[in-house]
């Protein structure tokens, strides 16, 4: 994917204090995680939505700022800190990448097509695995990984090794694992309700009789 750009500023690492101020001014305070060093940032709230707010954790970002230390690094989403109560942002962590150094992300899986167990009315299908560990460079991280489900009949399994991942990007997750099964619809989910209907009607007849 590509990555997307996201300004930023440097600022000094004040403490607390100095963060509910950057907040009180409609500004979020984080750090980049880089090669064993730890920088203070800060970007606004409107560049946050805008850029990263709707992003999945495997979404790369380029670093724009005119602080030579952060401009141009390549980074992905490590942490984003949230009020408990309003659910405001307070704090993001980030952490860099390089460009020629393969990195391992998670990434969702997205089923695609018509499965015929579903089709027919006959069954449903159960995914258990919602993302995938891969490994690539950077700027080769998937979106999504799509798993293509229009062969399953009712019993059929797909498993990670069946996903289709694009060129130099490895499974890393068990290739045994289970990702989506094709399950028989349960038979006679009404039946206890029939039965509970039943036995007011004999329970009435046998008022009735009384």
Excluded at 19 to 36: E, F, H, K, N, T
Excluded at 148 to 170: C, F
Aim: charge should be negative.
């Amino acid at each position: 994917m590509e990555p997307i750009q996201v300004p930023v500023q440097d600022r000094t690492a004040g403490g607390s204090s100095e963060a509910r101020q950057l907040r009180r001014q409609g500004v979020i305070p984080g750090i980049i995680y880089s090669d064993g060093q730890s920088l203070p940032f800060a970007m606004t709230e409107r560049d946050f939505k805008k850029h990263v707010q709707n992003q999945s954790h495997s979404q790369l970002f380029d670093l724009t700022s005119s602080s030579e230390s952060l401009n141009g690094k390549l980074a992905l989403v490590r942490d984003i800190q949230r009020e408990p109560l309003k659910g405001k942002i307070v704090h993001v962590d980030l952490f860099e990448v390089h460009a020629g150094n393969r990195i391992r992300v998670e990434i969702g899986i997205r089923l695609v097509g018509q499965a015929p167990a579903v089709t027919s009315g006959d069954g449903i299908l159960s995914q258990t695995m919602n993302e995938v560990e891969v490994e690539c460079l950077p700027r080769a991280i998937p979106s999504v990984i799509e798993l293509d489900v229009s062969g399953l009949q009712v019993g059929d399994v797909l498993h990670a090794s069946d996903l289709k991942l694009p060129d130099g990007v490895e499974l890393i997750s068990e290739p045994v694992r289970t990702v989506v099964t094709a399950v028989a619809k349960q038979v006679g989910a009404e039946e206890p309700a029939e039965a509970g209907v039943e036995a007011d009607e004999a329970e009435e007849s046998a008022e009735e009789s009384a």
